[in-house]
């Protein structure tokens, strides 16, 4: 009973606060977003004003990196109370801002004379399943480029590849890392449902997935929901395999604690079998 307890803990939704927003992609935020971990508030530094507010929701721990900076003049920096970016949040006068290193990255294809510039290089690719849920290089060509990010997503390291489901993304931070994928990743043990928003994009035969944590996202306009598995790479921060909520994804790490969290988890938890099969 306490298993399931603790489980079930681990997948209710992320209970957060109040933040200050200025909305999506222009879109007014009259009412505040929900934040599951710290609010947070970016400002252009040439002049001092706020280019945007809003919510952030993490497993990674930011307490030690209170603000960041990029390359292009801009200051993010976080607070974990309610409506706490409001107008009197500031950066702190003590803070230490460092910018990372810039580097060389490939930019599409592999001429370095067609580069971009950037903190990170970026790779990702697109993985093939077959029926039986395994996974294959595909003949399309990986997308390469740079980011920017003031704060390196849900990551400690950004030297990690992750895979989820039929994609894998990397970043890493040395000259022309990208020009492969850096890092192998291998797949974890936990057993997944897997479904998607979008009918056609897994065969129709394939239910579940394996990896280091199942997820579930929220669902879509139409109903639906996207489930599946996360693996990351070797030697990639432990918190990319702890379970909890990032952006639209909440995560776990016990077989088949993806169904619906409210109803389908206790019964499968307990081994009862009458958890619902998600439809893909």
Known sequence: MLVVILILIQLQDVIGFKCLCSGNIGSACPDGCDAGSYCVTT????????RDQGCKTTRTD????????????????????????????????????IVPPVIKCFSQDLNEDNFCFGHY????????????GDVFPTPYKPTRGCSDDEYSDDLNS?????????????????????????????????????????????P???????????????TDYEGKVGRGCLSVSDGAPE????????????YCDQDL????????????INGEGSATTPQP
Not at 121 to 132: G, H, P
Not at 239 to 250: I, N, Q, R, V
């Open 43 to 50: 400002w252009i530094v040439a002049h001092g004003a706020v």
């Open 158 to 202: 950004v030297n990690v590849c992750t895979s989820s489901n039929n994609i894998i993304n990397c970043k890493c931070n040395t000259e022309f890392c990208n020009r492969a994928q850096p890092f192998p990743v291998p797949l974890g043990n936990v057993l997944c449902y897997m479904s998607s928003a979008y009918s056609n994009s897994y």
């Open 204 to 218: 129709v035969g394939l239910k579940y997935c394996r990896g280091h944590l199942c997820y579930i996202m929220q």
């Open 239 to 250: 918190e990319l395999k702890k379970p909890g909520a990032y952006l639209s994804y909440k």
């Open 62 to 97: 930011l307490s030690d990196r209170q603000c960041q900076t990029n390359r292009k003049g801009l200051v993010s920096c976080v607070c974990s109370s309610e409506k706490c970016n409001d107008a009197s949040f500031a950066i702190p006068s003590d803070v230490a801002l």
């Open 121 to 132: 290089c970026t790779y990702s690719a697109e993985l093939v399943m077959n029926d039986f």
């Open 257 to 268: 604690c993806n169904g619906d969290f409210m109803a389908d988890a206790p019964s499968v």
